[in-house]
């Protein structure tokens, strides 16, 4: 039996953040509430009421307020060193990955199309269900040639 989402995620987070200027962040997804003011009041079944509650985008957010479906559960970049005109300069590559557990995870069609666009921009994107697919993502990541 394979280890929970959760376990083999903070595993993988560990593993390609460990990988020499890699910094990764936990993007939680979704939406919350958030009191306007006020202090909240939790009702006997367990209810809480927020006075002048608001809707708040948890992770990478639209202009609209909306939460971006599919992004990726680790986000952050990879700083590389580019080459030939700019030597010496260093630049902060973008860095998406969803990730799954070891075995039966399934990926979203949202998921597979933010990484899509992760990687057609120039970034490092992909699914891992293993520290070591992740750490490859990462590691073995060549910027697509111009055209």
Request: hydrophobic fraction near 40%; glycine fraction near 18%; aromatic fraction near 4%.
């Given at each position: 039996m394979s280890a929970p989402e959760s376990t083999n995620q903070r595993s993988i987070w560990l593993a390609a953040a460990a990988l020499a200027g890699t910094v990764l962040f936990r993007c939680n997804s979704g939406k919350a509430w958030l009191?306007?003011?006020?202090?909240?009041?939790?009702?006997?079944?367990?209810?809480?009421?927020?006075?002048?509650g608001r809707p708040v985008a948890l992770g990478l957010a639209l202009a609209s307020g909306d939460p971006v479906v599919g992004q990726s559960d680790l986000i952050g970049w990879r700083s590389v060193t580019i080459t030939p005109d700019m030597v010496g300069c260093r630049i902060a590559v973008f860095v998406g990955i969803e990730c799954k557990r070891e075995t039966g995870g399934r990926t979203s069609?949202?998921?597979?199309?933010?990484v899509t666009q992760?990687?057609?921009?120039?970034?490092?994107?992909?699914?891992?269900n293993t520290p070591a697919v992740a750490q490859a993502l990462?590691?073995?990541?060549?910027?697509?040639?111009?055209?």
């Open positions: 009191s306007g003011g006020g202090k909240p009041t939790r009702l006997a079944d367990g209810t809480v009421l927020l006075p002048g069609q949202d998921q597979r199309h933010f992760i990687t057609a921009a120039g970034g490092i994107a992909g699914v891992a990462i590691r073995d990541w060549r910027p697509p040639k111009a055209a």
